[in-house]
């Protein structure tokens, strides 16, 4: 595979997995190691039986921005993104019980004039095992900003 396969298939299809499955316990893995998330991208290469000459644990960023009133919120950052649907970065949210979680990304997309701009995206579990893949609006390259209107889709989404 592509480094930007692996990057893709990582961003929104590994990491959903990971979140709405494994829950707390991802959560909890993500928040005591900091370098968790390369670890996880990294091991896609190994199970490919190839080297990962692409990216670095410096490449990858991962934080709780967030916590308040019941609602949790982790952002992780990656690597510029290589090519378009790839993500600037993502917020997860979720509160203590799990009942209300949430995978929304800020995604690369190419314009018709070739300039890569941020979308604010989700992607939700549906009844078969995959995830829908929603597009809410153009956003910015701002993380306040976006983590601002993540969370009116949180709790819009979520009637909150």
């Not at 993500?30 to 670890?39: P, T």
């Not at 199970?47 to 080297?51: F, I, M, N």
């Not at 800020?106 to 070739?114: A, D, G, L, P, R």
């Not at 889709?153 to 989404?157: D, E, G, N």
């Given at each position: 595979m592509s ?16 979140f709405?499955t494994?829950?707390?316990s991802?959560?909890?893995a ?10 996880l991208?990294?091991?896609?290469w190994e ?5 990962n000459?692409f ?9 709780l921005v ?6 949790n919120?982790i952002m992780?950052e ?6 378009e ?9 979720f509160?203590i019980?799990?009942?209300r979680?949430?995978f929304?990304t ?9 300039n890569?701009?941020p ?5 939700t ?5 995959d995830?829908?893949h929603l597009v ?10 976006n983590f601002?209107n993540?969370?009116a ?5 979520f009637?909150?």
């Open positions: 480094s930007y396969e692996e990057m893709y298939f990582f961003e929104h299809k590994i990491l959903p997995y990971y709405y494994y829950r707390s991802f959560v909890i993500l928040l005591e190691d900091g370098n968790f998330i390369y670890q991208m990294d091991g896609l199970d490919d039986g190839e080297d000459n990216y670095t644990e410096d490449d990858f960023g991962c934080e967030y916590s308040k009133y019941d609602i919120v992780i990656y690597p510029s993104p290589e090519k649907l790839l993500c600037f970065h993502t917020f997860l949210f509160d019980s799990f009942e979680p949430l929304v800020v995604e690369s997309v190419t314009t018709s004039t070739e890569s701009v979308f604010l995206c989700s992607w579990p549906d009844k078969n095992g995830f829908v809410y609006h153009r956003c910015s390259l701002n993380n306040k900003e601002f993540a969370l889709i949180y709790k819009k989404s009637h909150l």
